[in-house]
C-alpha cells in the first residue's frame, strides 16, 4: 500500500470520527478502498499459493505481509460488518415496538 493511499484512509477516518451527523457515506468509501486494497492483496500473494507454478510478489517481506493482510482484513472485513446500523423506518408514521413489530 503506497504512502499517499495511507495518507487518504487517515484523512477520511479522521473526517469520519469528527463529524457529528452520521457520516454513512464517507465508512462506505473508507470500506471500498480497504476491500479494493485486501482485493490486490489476495490476488497478489493469496491466489499463488493456491496454484503450483506462481509465488506470491511479496514473499520478501516474510512475516510482514501476512500481518498486513490481517490488519486490512480486519479493518475491511470484520470492522464494518459489526458496525451498528441506523433504521429508517417505511413508514414513519406508524410506531413500532422495539422488536420491530407494529402494534
Do not use: E
Request: glycine share 4%; with cysteine.
Amino acid at each position: 500500500m503506497r504512502l499517499w493511499n495511507k495518507l487518504y484512509l487517515v484523512a477520511l477516518s479522521i473526517c469520519s470520527l469528527t463529524r457529528k451527523i452520521s457520516s454513512m457515506a464517507l465508512d462506505i468509501h473508507i470500506t471500498t478502498l480497504l476491500l479494493s486494497i485486501l482485493v490486490v492483496y489476495v490476488y497478489r500473494d493469496l491466489w499463488p499459493l493456491a496454484t503450483y507454478h506462481l509465488a506470491p510478489v511479496d514473499a520478501a517481506l516474510g512475516w510482514f505481509i501476512w500481518l498486513r493482510i490481517g490488519l486490512v482484513a480486519f479493518a475491511g472485513l470484520v470492522v464494518p460488518l459489526s458496525l451498528p446500523h441506523i433504521h429508517f423506518p417505511t413508514d414513519p408514521q406508524v410506531k413500532s415496538s422495539a422488536w420491530g413489530c407494529s402494534t
